[in-house]
């Protein structure tokens, strides 16, 4: 199982961590891994400056909607175990 931590502190809250999780929900549900991958708000993750702070594998990512499918591909598909 594969677990995606996104920050809802202040600072990402402010940049969008509310889309970003919807994003993430969308992924999960369009790539058919909802028992694969687990999706999780954290506060703080200590990276304001960088927010949407986005931890995985103990590894913190700033993630917008930008980046956020390619993150997706990349590290929760192509990183599972």
């Given at each position: 199982m594969v677990t995606i931590n996104v920050c809802v502190g202040s600072a990402c809250h402010l940049k969008g961590s509310y889309k970003i999780?919807?994003?993430?929900?969308?992924?999960?549900k369009d790539y058919n891994v909802e028992d694969k991958v687990e999706l999780k708000g954290s506060f703080c993750l200590g990276h304001c400056v960088e927010a949407v702070s986005t931890e995985i594998y103990g590894e913190i990512f700033s993630i917008n909607e930008d980046n956020i499918e390619m993150f997706f591909k990349e590290k929760v598909l192509g990183g599972r175990k």
């Open positions: 999780i919807e994003k993430f929900e969308k992924l999960i």
